[in-house]
């Protein structure tokens, strides 16, 4: 019972600290060094915890936007 839902606990966490990183990246980029640093953490907080929830439905949103790239650039 315990390793049922082991792959989506993994999958979760990937892509939840991989989205709370690459959010909190944009926020530096977007709002500066100090406020990115200061602030940017709590909307990669909420972000990387809602995509860490939905990490199936963010998967099939990324390779269908890949595919969609990959077929227009062929």
Known sequence: MKDEF???KMGA???GVGSFFAIWIYAFVSWGF???LAIGWLPAL???AIL???WPLALL???GGL???YW???
């Open 67 to 69: 595919l969609f790239l």
């Open 52 to 54: 860490g929830f939905l």
């Open 13 to 15: 966490w990937i892509v």
């Open 61 to 63: 949103i990324v390779a």
């Open 34 to 36: 100090l406020i990115g």
């Open 6 to 8: 082991l792959w989506y």
């Open 72 to 74: 227009f650039a062929s």
């Open 46 to 48: 909420i972000g990387g």
